[in-house]
């Protein structure tokens, strides 16, 4: 309502940046730009098969609110508000992108992982690929996870299965479309990602690349600032990773740390997209403090509402097309 209020625009917001891209799947498939390829199919096709348009504000709406929803079923209310308020999942998580939805199905699998349902954690992380190819990173952590849990036991490890059926199914389908079975990864070039870098090198991309060296972005910001906005999200996030591990949050750490170092391992376009990709390593710091912020509930508050400022901010300049990936 203060969005709206403030003069945001839903409909302009829907059909900014990749979440154009994901309507246009919805409307015509991936015919026509074999670039395409790179966003999976699951978020698409519900958007479809739901109706279309606004059906792609929805899903992502909901998968959001289920989210932080199962966040404070796994934590505590104080840490799932903070988590809601984040600004980059608030401005991805109420536009249509399929960000919420891997988020949604990557929080459902350490939920059933915890309660070790091991066969529906595995239909969650197959739904996760499904929803965004970079799930994939969650598979062999997932899988490490319940080998030692259950000392690898054979008939608990057949669950996964599952996902690299599913995955076999997605690089046949790409091989009779494209004549490349991991098209997801080569057609990643195209949005100038080449391959996995180091820092370094990821750095100077940001600093010198043909997106942040472009006139109209250089109009308003500066290369400089995108690579201090993506450390602003790297460094902390680094950090309370490492705390974490100090403090024995082996599984949480596993889960999200692989996810993390992606966004300082990438160039092109995912490379001034951390914010959003590291959300899926966000989320296991907050269960992995859910203690503390319960007990330091006013500072939480008091972050929670900067937090929304931010994020509100972001949104407004994302739904006027600004470029806040």
């Known amino acids: 309502m203060v969005f709206l209020l403030l003069g ?16 246009r799947i919805a409307q015509t498939g991936y015919t026509g730009n074999v670039n395409l390829y790179v966003f999976a199919p699951l978020y698409p096709s519900l958007t479809r098969l739901m109706g279309g348009f606004w059906a792609a504000f929805l899903i992502a709406n909901i998968c959001s609110i289920a989210s932080v929803f199962l966040l404070y079923k796994i934590t505590n209310f104080p840490t799932a508000l903070l988590f809601a ?18 988020m949604f199905f990557l929080i459902l699998s350490y939920w059933l992982y915890s309660r070790k349902q091991y066969w529906p954690m595995c239909i969650s992380l197959t739904l996760a690929i499904l929803t965004k190819y970079t799930a ?18 054979l008939r608990t490890l057949m669950a996964f299965s599952l996902p690299v059926c599913a995955m076999g199914a997605i690089m046949y389908w790409l091989w009779t479309a494209t004549g490349d079975p ?6 990643q ?33 500066q290369p400089w600032m995108w690579l201090l906005r993506n450390y602003a999200f790297q460094i902390p996030t680094l950090a309370l990773l490492a705390i974490a591990l100090w403090r024995r949050k082996f599984e949480l750490v ?20 951390t914010p959003r990709l590291i959300l899926p390593g966000i989320w296991v710091c907050f269960v992995a403090f859910k203690d503390q912020i319960q007990e330091h509930k006013t500072e939480a508050m008091v972050l929670t509402v900067c937090f929304v400022l931010i994020g509100l901010s972001w949104l407004l300049c994302f739904s006027r097309g600004g470029f806040v990936a």
Not at 8 to 23: K, N, T
Not at 85 to 102: C, I, K
Not at 182 to 187: Q, V
């Open 8 to 23: 945001g625009s839903l409909v302009r917001m829907i059909s900014a940046w990749d979440a154009a891209i994901y309507l």
């Open 85 to 102: 308020s984040f600004p980059t999942f608030l401005v991805f998580g109420t536009s249509a992108y399929a960000d919420p939805m891997m």
């Open 136 to 153: 994939l990173f969650a598979i062999p952590i997932f899988l490490l996870l319940v080998a030692y849990r259950t000392r690898l036991k």
């Open 182 to 187: 991991l098209a997801f990864i080569h057609r």
């Open 189 to 221: 070039a195209a949005w100038g990602a080449t391959g996995l870098v180091d820092p370094i090198t990821q750095a100077n991309w940001v600093l010198t690349g043909w997106f942040t060296t472009q006139a109209a972005v250089l109009s308003s910001s």
């Open 254 to 273: 596993a889960i999200g740390l692989p996810f993390v170092l992606l966004t300082l391992t990438t160039i092109g376009m995912p490379a001034i997209s």
